[in-house]
C-alpha cells in the first residue's frame, strides 16, 4: 500500500530522524477508534479533523477527536483542506474549558500513514499530526507526527493510549 510517490526523494524530504523527543497520550481507545472510524467512513476520501486536549512539556495529552469537512472537493481522494470556519468555531467552544485544539489528525486512503509534501506545506508548529492509514476502507494503522519547524521537516511521535 505504498504507490510510488511515496518512494520519491520530494517525500523523503519531509520526515527526518530521530523521532522527536515529544510523545501523544491518547485518553482511551474510544478516541483512537474514532479517528479510524471516521477514516473508514470517509474512504476513498481524506477526512480530516481536529484534535482536542492538552499539550504539556512532554507532548500531548489529546481527549477527542472531532471530524471536521474537507473541503477540498477536486482531488479529495489524496489531499484534504480543513475547514476554517470549524476550527474557528470549535477554538470558540473551548474557550474557557481548559482545553485546546492540539493537533490536526487526517487519513491516507491506501496510502502509507506518512506525511507528504502537501502535509508539510499546511503544517504549523508545536502541533500533534496523526495520520491514519486506510487500505480498502480498512483501518490499517496510525502513525504520528510533529513538525520540527527549524528544518521544515517531520519528526516522528511515539503514542499511547492511557490506562484507567
Known sequence: MEPERFRSAAYRRVIDAPASALAARFGGEQVVAAMARMAEQGYPKEVCGLLIGHQHDWGWEVLEAR???NLNTERATDRFVLDPAAYQRIDRQLRGSGQEIVGVFHSHPDCPARPSPTDL???WEGFLYPI???GSGKAAGMLCWTLDD???????VTWEIACG
Open 132 to 134: 491514519v492509514s486506510v
Open 67 to 69: 471530524q471536521v469537512a
Open 121 to 123: 506545506e499546511s503544517a
Open 150 to 156: 527549524a528544518r521544515r521537516v517531520f519528526r516522528a
